[in-house]
Structure formats: C-alpha cells, structure tokens
C-alpha cells in the first residue's frame, strides 16, 4: 500500500518570503501522480499543483513549484512571494496510474500560517 | 456553475438516525469519490464509482452505503448513525486519470 508522510505539521512564513513544505511517499508503482492540493478556512479542496511521475521536469503553477526527487521518494512543494491568501492547510497526495485504483492517498496535512 | 455539488452543506443528528448526503457534478466525469475527513483534518477514500460501478469499497462499515443513480451522482447514504461518523465527507470527481475536482463538503455532527 502506498503511503504519504508530511512531516511539519505547522509551518509559518513571512509575507513575501519563500516556503518549503516537506512530503516524502513511499510506493512500489511506477507509473503515478502527485499533488498539492490546499484547503483554507472555507474547507474547499484547491489544486494547487500536480506531478507525473514520468516527467523529469519539475511542475511550475506561478508562484508554487515543486521539487520532485523520484529517487529519494520527496515531492516539496515551493511557495515563492508568500501572501495572506496563501494561509491553509496543504496536503500532498498521491495517487496510482493503475485503472481502477484512482483514488488519493493523502498526507497529514502541513497548516501554513503567513506572518504579516 | 458549481463543478461538484453536496447538499447539504451542514449536518446536524441524533445518534441512530438515518441520513443521505447527495453529489451532483457537471463536469461529464466518469468517476466519482467520497472521502472523509475526520476532526484531525486526516483525509481517506471511502468509495469510488466509475460508470455506475462500485470499484473502491475502503473497509467502510456496512452503515454507508452509496448509491449512483447515474454516472452524474453519487449519494452516500448512512444508518444508524454514531458518534464517530462525525466528519467532514467531501464528494469528488474525475475523468480517468485526470485531476479530481472537490465539493465543498458536507459537515456531519451527530450529538
């Protein structure tokens, strides 16, 4: 069974500045999907960002990137230019390539809070 | 237009009641998912549809039963309700492999 660890349980940021939220899975699949998917206050489920496994290139969404060590198993997901809208819960997800096994497994969830 | 839609938005119960929340998507999605969150924010696949058919049934107590209709909708469907069913349960959708898009949850409390 595949499994999905995010390690920082809170983290917070300066307006502005740059964070970093950690997600390492673990799966002996080769052909998968990652995501960062957000959820503010409203409890509404976001995409931030999504990830094929046989992409080499690291996925870009603006402000939010990733960085995707297949090796090591880590998917980070990078916010740059930090702002108030950007406070939530974030959680990391992955999900198989196989048919009928499309569901998310889902990290603990990371609750990012921005400084002002 | 909203993608994903659950009604109702919030929940309240009785213990051993019985409730159904309903899912609609606009999308044209072949699959469909419920999942619950529980009060840790932990989010788990309860079920999933394709096409009318059951294909994911997560170790999820015989009280829930989903139901779909059509391809459109999936309703979950609860008996006898207890205290640990209260959650948030998110309905969700996709095209084959591609992105699930969410509702915007229905919360459930059972007193």
């Known amino acids: 069974a595949q499994t999905v660890t995010q390690s920082q349980p809170e983290m917070s940021v300066q307006e502005a500045e740059t964070v970093t939220l950690s997600c390492t899975y673990d799966?002996?699949?080769?052909?998968?999907?990652l995501f960062w998917y957000k959820q503010p206050p409203s409890r509404q489920m976001i995409l931030v960002i999504r990830?094929?496994?046989?992409?080499?290139q690291n996925a870009t969404e603006n402000r939010f990137s990733v960085n995707f060590q297949k090796a090591a198993k880590s998917f980070s997901l990078k916010i740059s230019d930090s702002q108030l809208g950007d406070a939530a819960m974030y959680f990391c997800?992955?999900?198989?390539?196989?048919?009928?096994?499309?569901?998310?497994?889902f990290g603990t969830g990371t609750r990012l809070t921005i400084i002002p | 237009d909203t993608a994903v839609s659950q009604t109702p938005k919030y929940l309240v119960t009785q213990m051993g009641n019985d409730k159904s929340i309903k899912c609609e998507q606009n999308?044209?999605?072949?699959?469909m998912y419920w999942y619950k969150q529980d009060s840790k924010k932990f989010l788990k696949i309860m079920f999933s549809?394709?096409?009318?058919?059951?294909?994911i049934n997560e170790t999820v107590p015989n009280r829930f039963s989903p139901k779909s209709p059509d391809k459109a909708h999936l309703n979950l469907h609860i008996n006898s309700l207890e205290l640990g069913d209260s959650a948030v349960y998110f309905c969700?959708?996709?095209?084959?492999?591609?992105?699930?898009?969410f509702g915007a949850g229905t919360r459930l409390s059972v007193l």
């Open positions: 969700a959708s996709s095209q084959a492999k591609n992105i699930q898009y």
């Open positions: 799966t002996s699949e080769s052909d998968y999907y």
């Open positions: 990830q094929e496994a046989y992409k080499q």
């Open positions: 997800a992955y999900r198989s390539g196989n048919f009928g096994n499309e569901k998310l497994t």
């Open positions: 999308l044209g999605h072949d699959t």
């Open positions: 549809y394709n096409n009318k058919e059951l294909i």
